[in-house]
């Protein structure tokens, strides 16, 4: 019932969970994320994996990494004006924030502590559901540098290092330019994938859960001494790579995450909530994709109109399901209230404009782990 479905027709702003990295080419390198004329243009790609110990250095990525970060996102060649995206932390030694993109799939990426190689260090988890497909990807932070009012984190593939694919980050006060490298699993040489700058706002949900969780200690969120299952990891043919791969598209995330062999499932996830929406259409909407956010603030008013634009800003999850998708599982969701809002778009264009429908204002609040959060929606008839 609650599975992704495959898509009858492409969203208008859903090409952003292509950075499921095996997925899609890419463009040209851009590592001058900061503006900064001494950064290289071409770093050199090794297979090396040495990990930074975060008891000398880096440690302070997981607090900074903390917010709800606001900006554009470049994906491939494609420019997105507005994105979003919510880290919290989720236990004493992690902190999350994921894309939910709604039918097509989702993309996340989290920070955690781990042992590998012998070291103390953080480690990545990237990846998601797109259409069927399960990807998980394990990075290890090996670069960290201080510079003024800067800070550089780089964390390459576990097992391939730069060779495969790479993610790297400068935090500039308030502002955070990410990028990510990939090579399609070592099908090529790595070129960017992503950039995404942003400002960090909304810092009170993070302390919020902070408090709530311990954050930050140095204590493992999960132990990778071990290192990884050699039997389940995929890449090309002579490359490594820490990932880990299924694909079905009659099987849910919870079942493909079992088949991949990923060493650390959806159920392990610490402190994170699910929300199940049932949302009922009528015949003038029938035919509309649905625009679903969660936000700090209501985004509409008490009769159901959008009367005020800076509360887009607050939004924190925001997913497009198909026509056919009326019933929907969000994941990997962080506690706290919310104000949901579903749009249907009649005009296509990916965003609440003059005709589409909408509805007054739902709070809801997910506590700590819960599972079985249930919100049927049934009042989409507010024409804006």
Excluded at 88 to 95: E, L, V, W
Excluded at 215 to 242: C, E, L, V, Y
Excluded at 295 to 319: H, K, M, Q, V
Excluded at 326 to 336: A, M, V
């Amino acid at each position: 019932m609650y599975r992704r479905m495959n898509l009858k027709r492409p969203l208008p702003w859903m090409a952003i969970v292509l950075m499921i990295c095996f997925i899609q080419s890419c463009d040209i390198e851009i590592r001058n994320i900061a503006e900064d004329p001494n950064m290289p243009n071409t770093p050199v790609t090794s297979g090396k994996v040495e990990p930074i110990d975060i008891h000398e250095k880096g440690f302070d990525l997981l607090d900074n990494m903390q917010g709800h970060w606001i900006g554009a996102n470049r994906v491939i060649a494609d420019d997105w004006d507005w994105f979003a995206f919510d880290y919290r932390p989720i236990s004493a030694s992690h902190i999350f924030g994921i894309f939910e993109g709604g039918s097509l799939g989702n993309l996340f990426t989290s920070f955690f502590v781990t042992d590998y190689k012998d070291t103390r260090t953080i480690m990545a988890r990237n990846g998601g559901l797109l259409n069927g497909i399960y990807r998980t990807s394990y990075f290890v932070l090996d670069s960290v540098e201080y510079e003024n009012n800067s800070s550089f984190y780089r964390l390459v593939d576990a097992e391939g290092g730069t060779n495969t694919m790479w993610m790297e980050l400068r935090f500039v006060e308030d502002s955070l330019y990410f990028n990510a490298y990939t090579s399609g699993l070592g099908q090529r040489l790595p070129t960017r994938h992503m950039t995404f700058r942003a400002k960090k706002e909304h810092l009170q949900l993070a302390d919020a859960a902070a408090n709530d969780v311990g954050f930050p200690t140095r204590d493992m969120a999960w132990d990778f001494s071990d290192g990884f299952n050699q039997a389940h990891i995929q890449a090309a043919d002579g490359a490594k790579s820490a990932t880990f791969l299924a694909q079905d598209i009659n099987k849910d995330v919870f079942q493909l995450a079992q088949e991949s062999g990923d060493p650390w499932t959806i159920e392990e996830i610490p402190y994170l909530g699910y929300l199940h929406l049932d949302i009922k259409t009528h015949a003038e909407i029938d035919d509309a994709n649905l625009l679903v956010y969660l936000s700090i603030d209501p985004l509409t008013d008490e009769f159901g109109y959008f009367t005020n634009l800076e509360a887009f800003n607050t939004i924190l999850l925001f997913s497009d399901l198909i026509p056919e998708h009326d019933q929907f599982l969000i994941s990997y969701l962080h506690p706290g209230s919310y104000y949901v809002n579903v749009t249907a778009d009649l005009d296509g264009d990916g965003l609440p404009s003059t005709g589409d429908y909408t509805h007054a204002p739902i709070e809801i609040t997910i506590e700590p782990g819960s599972f079985n959060n249930q919100l049927k929606i049934d009042d989409i008839t507010v024409q804006n």
